[in-house]
Protein backbone atom coordinates (compact mmCIF):
# COMPACT_ATOMS: atom_id res chain seq x y z
CA UNK A 1 0.00 0.00 0.00
CA UNK A 2 1.18 3.49 -0.55
CA UNK A 3 2.48 5.52 2.46
CA UNK A 4 1.56 8.58 4.07
CA UNK A 5 2.31 11.77 1.55
CA UNK A 6 3.91 14.71 2.78
CA UNK A 7 4.96 17.89 0.95
CA UNK A 8 6.82 19.67 0.79
CA UNK A 9 10.19 18.34 2.02
CA UNK A 10 11.78 21.20 3.18
CA UNK A 11 10.81 24.81 3.79
CA UNK A 12 12.70 27.86 4.30
CA UNK A 13 10.59 31.20 5.32
CA UNK A 14 11.46 34.34 7.33
CA UNK A 15 9.94 34.81 10.44
CA UNK A 16 5.98 36.01 10.17
CA UNK A 17 5.61 34.70 7.19
CA UNK A 18 3.43 32.41 6.40
CA UNK A 19 3.86 28.50 5.03
CA UNK A 20 1.30 26.05 4.50
CA UNK A 21 2.57 21.62 4.53
CA UNK A 22 0.05 18.98 3.13
CA UNK A 23 -0.40 15.43 4.03
CA UNK A 24 -2.24 12.68 2.25
CA UNK A 25 -2.72 9.53 4.46
CA UNK A 26 -3.11 5.57 3.83
CA UNK A 27 -6.59 5.15 1.79
CA UNK A 28 -8.78 3.95 4.34
CA UNK A 29 -7.26 5.17 7.28
CA UNK A 30 -10.07 7.64 9.51
CA UNK A 31 -7.30 9.00 11.79
CA UNK A 32 -4.92 11.45 10.45
CA UNK A 33 -2.54 13.13 13.59
CA UNK A 34 -0.15 16.10 13.13
CA UNK A 35 2.96 16.14 15.30
CA UNK A 36 5.62 18.67 16.11
CA UNK A 37 8.81 17.56 16.66
CA UNK A 38 12.18 19.66 17.45
CA UNK A 39 15.50 19.09 17.14
CA UNK A 40 16.24 16.17 20.07
CA UNK A 41 13.37 15.92 21.23
CA UNK A 42 10.12 13.29 20.97
CA UNK A 43 7.17 14.22 19.03
CA UNK A 44 4.09 16.14 20.46
CA UNK A 45 0.75 16.02 19.16
CA UNK A 46 -0.45 19.27 17.65
CA UNK A 47 -4.00 18.14 16.31
CA UNK A 48 -5.66 14.66 15.78
CA UNK A 49 -9.18 14.33 12.82
CA UNK A 50 -11.18 11.64 13.05
CA UNK A 51 -12.75 11.66 9.53
CA UNK A 52 -13.35 15.66 9.26
CA UNK A 53 -13.48 16.19 12.55
CA UNK A 54 -11.18 17.50 15.38
CA UNK A 55 -10.85 15.05 18.46
CA UNK A 56 -7.81 16.84 19.84
CA UNK A 57 -6.64 20.36 19.70
CA UNK A 58 -5.58 21.09 22.78
CA UNK A 59 -2.00 21.79 22.07
CA UNK A 60 -2.22 23.39 18.64
CA UNK A 61 -1.13 27.22 19.31
CA UNK A 62 -4.73 28.54 17.96
CA UNK A 63 -3.14 32.34 17.19
CA UNK A 64 -0.98 30.82 14.94
CA UNK A 65 -1.80 27.42 13.44
CA UNK A 66 -4.42 25.91 11.90
CA UNK A 67 -5.47 22.84 10.30
CA UNK A 68 -8.02 20.95 8.40
CA UNK A 69 -9.16 17.98 6.81
CA UNK A 70 -12.03 18.73 4.25
CA UNK A 71 -13.78 15.63 2.92
CA UNK A 72 -11.90 13.64 5.83
CA UNK A 73 -8.92 12.64 3.45
CA UNK A 74 -5.87 15.11 2.76
CA UNK A 75 -4.60 17.81 5.43
CA UNK A 76 -3.03 21.03 5.63
CA UNK A 77 -1.55 22.31 8.17
CA UNK A 78 -0.97 26.26 8.37
CA UNK A 79 1.09 28.76 10.44
CA UNK A 80 0.60 32.32 10.03
CA UNK A 81 2.65 34.06 11.18
CA UNK A 82 5.53 32.02 11.69
CA UNK A 83 7.90 32.39 14.46
CA UNK A 84 11.69 31.35 14.88
CA UNK A 85 10.68 28.51 17.72
CA UNK A 86 8.45 27.06 14.91
CA UNK A 87 11.31 25.56 13.25
CA UNK A 88 10.92 21.83 13.61
CA UNK A 89 9.64 18.67 12.08
CA UNK A 90 6.24 18.58 11.02
CA UNK A 91 4.65 14.94 10.60
CA UNK A 92 1.49 13.93 9.66
CA UNK A 93 0.48 10.05 10.76
CA UNK A 94 -2.50 7.97 10.10
CA UNK A 95 -4.19 5.05 11.79
CA UNK A 96 -6.34 2.61 10.67
CA UNK A 97 -8.08 2.83 14.02
CA UNK A 98 -7.41 3.62 17.71
CA UNK A 99 -5.33 1.07 19.37
CA UNK A 100 -3.30 0.33 16.30
CA UNK A 101 -0.12 1.68 15.01
CA UNK A 102 0.64 4.77 13.43
CA UNK A 103 2.26 4.90 9.28
CA UNK A 104 4.11 8.31 9.68
CA UNK A 105 4.88 10.38 6.56
CA UNK A 106 8.69 11.62 5.88
CA UNK A 107 7.76 14.76 7.37
CA UNK A 108 8.46 18.83 6.56
CA UNK A 109 10.93 20.12 7.63
CA UNK A 110 10.81 23.90 8.40
CA UNK A 111 13.73 26.58 9.08
CA UNK A 112 12.31 30.55 10.02
CA UNK A 113 14.91 32.49 9.80
CA UNK B 1 3.39 16.73 27.71
CA UNK B 2 5.47 13.65 27.28
CA UNK B 3 4.53 10.60 29.46
CA UNK B 4 7.27 8.30 28.27
CA UNK B 5 11.40 8.67 29.09
CA UNK B 6 13.59 6.08 27.63
CA UNK B 7 17.16 5.37 29.05
CA UNK B 8 19.62 6.05 28.32
CA UNK B 9 19.46 9.14 25.89
CA UNK B 10 22.04 7.95 23.75
CA UNK B 11 23.89 4.25 23.48
CA UNK B 12 27.10 3.28 21.63
CA UNK B 13 27.88 -0.09 20.80
CA UNK B 14 29.62 -2.51 18.76
CA UNK B 15 28.61 -4.26 15.62
CA UNK B 16 27.20 -7.64 16.94
CA UNK B 17 26.37 -6.39 20.49
CA UNK B 18 23.31 -6.26 22.08
CA UNK B 19 20.98 -3.11 22.83
CA UNK B 20 18.88 -2.67 25.47
CA UNK B 21 16.57 0.61 25.72
CA UNK B 22 14.35 1.11 28.84
CA UNK B 23 11.01 3.16 28.81
CA UNK B 24 9.21 4.54 31.87
CA UNK B 25 5.67 6.41 31.99
CA UNK B 26 3.11 7.57 34.50
CA UNK B 27 -0.50 6.76 34.04
CA UNK B 28 -2.07 3.75 32.73
CA UNK B 29 -2.15 2.79 29.52
CA UNK B 30 -3.70 0.78 27.06
CA UNK B 31 -0.81 -0.22 24.74
CA UNK B 32 2.87 0.71 24.45
CA UNK B 33 4.75 1.13 21.17
CA UNK B 34 8.04 1.59 19.98
CA UNK B 35 8.90 3.72 16.85
CA UNK B 36 12.55 4.00 15.21
CA UNK B 37 13.76 7.28 13.39
CA UNK B 38 16.13 7.27 11.11
CA UNK B 39 18.08 10.70 11.07
CA UNK B 40 15.71 13.51 8.65
CA UNK B 41 13.29 10.83 8.27
CA UNK B 42 9.71 10.03 9.72
CA UNK B 43 9.23 7.58 12.13
CA UNK B 44 8.64 3.67 11.79
CA UNK B 45 6.16 1.75 13.84
CA UNK B 46 8.08 -1.14 15.44
CA UNK B 47 6.23 -3.23 17.92
CA UNK B 48 2.67 -3.08 19.91
CA UNK B 49 2.59 -4.37 22.96
CA UNK B 50 -0.69 -4.26 24.63
CA UNK B 51 -1.39 -4.30 28.75
CA UNK B 52 -2.51 -7.39 28.88
CA UNK B 53 0.54 -8.68 27.42
CA UNK B 54 4.37 -9.15 29.41
CA UNK B 55 6.63 -9.75 26.00
CA UNK B 56 6.45 -9.70 22.57
CA UNK B 57 8.94 -10.94 20.18
CA UNK B 58 9.27 -9.76 16.32
CA UNK B 59 12.48 -10.43 14.15
CA UNK B 60 15.45 -9.22 16.60
CA UNK B 61 13.13 -7.20 18.94
CA UNK B 62 12.03 -8.00 21.60
CA UNK B 63 9.70 -5.69 24.01
CA UNK B 64 8.93 -6.01 27.70
CA UNK B 65 5.99 -4.49 29.75
CA UNK B 66 5.59 -4.44 33.45
CA UNK B 67 2.38 -2.36 34.21
CA UNK B 68 3.22 -2.61 37.84
CA UNK B 69 6.24 -0.70 37.51
CA UNK B 70 4.99 1.13 34.45
CA UNK B 71 7.78 0.19 32.43
CA UNK B 72 8.98 -1.08 29.41
CA UNK B 73 12.10 -2.63 27.65
CA UNK B 74 13.07 -3.19 23.99
CA UNK B 75 16.03 -5.18 22.87
CA UNK B 76 17.79 -5.64 19.45
CA UNK B 77 20.24 -8.68 19.68
CA UNK B 78 22.43 -9.11 17.53
CA UNK B 79 22.88 -5.58 16.29
CA UNK B 80 23.72 -3.79 12.89
CA UNK B 81 24.94 -0.96 11.84
CA UNK B 82 21.62 -0.06 9.82
CA UNK B 83 20.18 -0.24 13.22
CA UNK B 84 21.73 3.02 13.87
CA UNK B 85 18.84 5.31 14.58
CA UNK B 86 16.54 7.23 17.48
CA UNK B 87 14.01 4.91 19.14
CA UNK B 88 11.15 5.80 20.86
CA UNK B 89 8.61 4.69 23.00
CA UNK B 90 4.88 5.63 22.63
CA UNK B 91 1.82 5.37 25.08
CA UNK B 92 -1.81 4.94 23.76
CA UNK B 93 -4.22 5.76 26.95
CA UNK B 94 -7.15 3.65 25.52
CA UNK B 95 -10.16 5.22 24.29
CA UNK B 96 -9.36 7.98 21.21
CA UNK B 97 -6.62 9.43 23.02
CA UNK B 98 -3.24 9.82 21.05
CA UNK B 99 -0.36 8.57 20.89
CA UNK B 100 2.03 10.56 23.62
CA UNK B 101 5.92 9.93 22.77
CA UNK B 102 8.92 10.17 24.80
CA UNK B 103 12.03 12.00 23.57
CA UNK B 104 14.08 9.27 22.61
CA UNK B 105 17.18 7.00 22.82
CA UNK B 106 20.03 7.28 20.26
CA UNK B 107 21.29 4.13 19.26
CA UNK B 108 24.83 4.45 17.46
CA UNK B 109 25.76 0.91 15.85
CA UNK B 110 29.76 1.02 15.13
CA UNK B 111 30.87 -1.40 12.69
Known amino acids: EAGVAQSPRYKIIEKRQSVAFWCNPI?????LYWYQQILGQGPKLLIQFQNNGVVDDSQLPKDRFSAERLKGVDSTLKIQPAKLEDSAVYLC???????????FGSGTRLTVV | SQQGEEDPQALSIQEGENATMNCSYKTSINNLQWYRQNSGRGLVHLIL?????REKHSGRLRVTLDTSKKSSSLLITASRAADTASYFC???????????FGKGTRLSVIA
Open chain 2, 90 to 100: ATDGGGNTPLV
Open chain 1, 93 to 103: ASSFQTGYGYT
Open chain 2, 49 to 53: IRSNE
Open chain 1, 27 to 31: SGHAT
